[in-house]
């Protein structure tokens, strides 16, 4: 089983979770976009939350500023953190705004306030598990997808809260974070997305 976690931290990495929501937003959410149009969201989300980031990744490590994805140390975080919230910043205001896609506007802003808070808590000294929120903020709103859709996921919800503690599980079998950082990256996924439940469920 030890050998096995490692797997979760990267099929769960921060770099994917806006990629999961969009997918569960358009499989869930009855809409009326075209399957043109959601073909263009994912494109969006590929581009700006995944390519940009792994493009910059590289360059940083290029320059000695980063030694792997996982981002284990703090002063490696900085960046990273900051580059996230300029490119979600630009998502929700000129793309994934709240007028076409309301509910993922919701999800990548609580991500945003997420990624501010962890940026935030950099200059405190303390670490917070970045998949720890990506992985509890992809939670809350799949069941804020449920709930909204009025579709019985319940299976969906229960794998994915399973799934919680199989990432943070494997966060400490890497040794990448103390089960304080775990909490702290927890609470810093969940709040922003509950607190934002109430502006579009």
């Known amino acids: 089983m030890k050998k096995i976690l490692p797997f979760f931290s990267y099929l769960f ?19 009326y976009f075209s399957f043109y149009q959601h073909l263009v969201l994912f494109i969006q989300i590929i581009i ?10 590289y360059l940083l490590r290029t320059f000695g500023k980063v030694d792997n994805i996982m981002l284990s140390d ?5 960046i990273p953190l900051l580059l996230q919230i300029m490119l979600l910043s630009i998502l929700i205001v000129k793309s994934i705004t709240i007028d076409k896609f309301p509910e993922l506007f919701y999800f990548l802003f609580g991500g945003l306030l997420s990624a501010i808070f962890a940026f935030g808590l950099l200059f405190l000294k303390v670490k917070s598990s970045i ?71």
């Open 13 to 31: 990495h921060p770099i994917f979770i806006p990629l999961f929501g969009t997918f569960f937003y358009v499989l869930i959410n009855d809409s």
């Open 48 to 57: 700006i939350t995944i390519l940009l980031p792994v493009a910059f990744f």
């Open 74 to 78: 703090i002063s490696q975080r900085k």
């Open 131 to 201: 998949h720890m929120i990506g992985m509890s903020a992809l939670t809350v709103f799949i069941i804020g997808l449920s709930i909204h859709s009025q579709i019985n996921i319940i299976n969906t919800v229960m794998f994915f809260v399973v799934m919680n503690g199989f990432v943070a599980s494997s966060r400490l079998e890497m040794k990448a974070h103390s089960k304080k950082e775990l909490l702290i990256g927890f609470l810093c996924g969940i709040i922003p997305q509950l607190v934002l439940l109430y502006f579009w469920l």
